[in-house]
């Protein structure tokens, strides 16, 4: 952590949440900007693949910025549930250490509402963990559906509200826009 930032840092919690596209990728320009201060950023991501190798996994290698994708992928066939339970009790580990070791100025915790959300996570964890951070740590949260508590204790909440979306047109899944 940068001491020079810390001193003057009051820690939010940020949740960007809703129905609309723009959640994950809100959140990675926050990143930016902190990287651009110098700050040490981290994103875990708790349901994408590393093998996805997304824009912002390739983005993250070249700028030398910490992001782990843990997950087990996006379908909701029984086997990817099992897969993804799993390897948020593993993610999750990493996370409490990263958000308490006070070696982040930003964590992102990148779809953390689904592992809640099926019951993987209680949110008095989630809770418990974000209460006893360092108080300069800023933790961004994304997903849909985030329960009433965490909504709560967050700073600001952002909630993306769909209008339009190009997928419902049937254009598919664009590199640089959707991955
Ligand atoms: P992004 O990662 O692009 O910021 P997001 O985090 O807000 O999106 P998720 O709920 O994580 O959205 O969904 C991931 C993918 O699903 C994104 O590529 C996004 O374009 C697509 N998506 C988001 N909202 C919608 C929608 N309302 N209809 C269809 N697809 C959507
Ligand atoms: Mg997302």
New binding site residues.
């Given amino acids: 952590m940068k001491t020079d930032i810390s001193r003057a840092t009051k820690g939010l919690i940020i949740i960007n949440t809703g129905k609309g596209k723009g959640?994950?990728t809100a959140a990675l320009g926050l990143m930016l900007r902190a990287w651009g201060h110098g700050m040490n950023v981290v994103m875990l991501q708790f349901i994408k693949r590393a093998s996805a190798n997304c824009g912002e996994h390739r983005a993250a290698q070249k700028m030398g910025v910490e992001l782990v994708a843990g997950g087990a992928g996006f379908t909701r066939s029984e086997r990817s549930l099992d897969a993804n339970k799993l390897l948020t009790g593993q993610l999750w580990k990493t996370a409490k250490e990263k958000v308490t070791s006070g070696d982040y100025d930003m964590v992102v915790l990148?779809?953390l509402s689904y592992p809640l959300r099926y019951g993987w996570l209680t949110v008095e964890e989630v809770l418990d963990v974000l209460r006893n951070r360092p108080p300069a740590v800023h933790v961004v949260i994304?997903?849909r559906d985030v329960p009433g508590e965490l909504i709560e204790m967050a700073d600001m909440v952002t909630e993306m509200g769909e209008v339009k979306h190009h997928l419902k047109k049937g254009i598919k899944a664009q590199p640089g826009i959707e991955f």
């Fill in positions: 959640k994950t990148d779809e994304t997903g």
